[in-house]
């Protein structure tokens, strides 16, 4: 059987922001854009040809097409998330975390981190970017910079000012519990490891457990 589907990302977008009844929120909680979110609506209306909101200034309001249609995809996605959830080991969460390419991960301590949090799969992407993290190919990011970036909540890992390595979480997930695990794992390492020394060698590439 032949699924007509329209595309999933599209479908993604349409059900956060109906959820959050706001574009930005949507953006937040999907690691992209708002102005992402409000075109993967649009292309999907255009795919249906009906109108799922109205667009009033500063609100955003289901129209009646969309009430109707929410459940449904709602329901489809939360069926998805519990048939994968039963493909992972019991009481495991994967985390993915993105880092700077010169920084080195022995500082990081993450074999210690994954003993002591056995319910968190932790898996590292290095080297990686602002761009992963927007892409939602991890859920956070230690950089190299000065950590304003509206919409993301940024942690300084290392002590000082101007230009350090910062923790950068989308601000609409920065508080999930194994976000919060690994920010207090890192609040704890300057005593033991400073991140401010950054030789080392360099990681390329996905380092798992």
């Not at 329209?6 to 909680?29: D, I, Q, T, V, Y």
């Not at 069926?79 to 993105?98: F, M, N, Y």
């Not at 056995?118 to 898996?123: E, F, Y």
């Not at 300057?190 to 360099?202: C, D, F, T, V, Y």
Request: hydrophobic share 45%; aromatic share 6%; net charge positive.
């Amino acid at each position: 059987m032949t699924y007509a589907l329209p595309p999933l990302n599209a479908l993604r977008a349409f059900e956060a922001a109906a959820r959050h009844l706001s574009f930005k929120l949507a953006a937040h909680e999907l690691h992209v854009t708002p102005a992402a979110v409000g075109q993967q609506v649009k292309a999907l209306e255009a795919r249906l040809g009906v109108r799922l909101f109205e667009r009033l200034h500063k609100q955003l309001i289901l129209t009646a097409a969309g009430q109707a249609y929410l459940p449904g995809i709602s329901d489809g996605f939360r069926r998805i998330a519990e048939a994968t959830s039963q493909l992972k080991p019991a009481g495991a969460v994967l985390l993915q975390l993105g880092v700077h390419g010169s920084l080195d991960l022995r500082r990081l301590e993450l074999a210690e981190f994954r003993n002591a949090h056995t319910d968190i799969g932790l898996q590292v992407l290095q080297p990686a970017g602002l761009h992963e993290l927007v892409e939602g190919k991890i859920d956070l990011l230690i950089a190299r910079g000065l950590g304003h970036h509206p919409g993301y909540r940024c942690d300084r890992v290392n002590e000082g000012s101007g230009l350090g390595d910062w923790l950068i979480a989308p601000e609409g997930t920065a508080d999930c519990p194994e976000i919060v695990s690994f920010r207090e794992w890192l609040r704890a390492l300057p005593a033991k490891a400073p991140l401010a020394n950054h030789r080392g060698p360099r990681l390329v590439g996905v380092v798992g457990s």
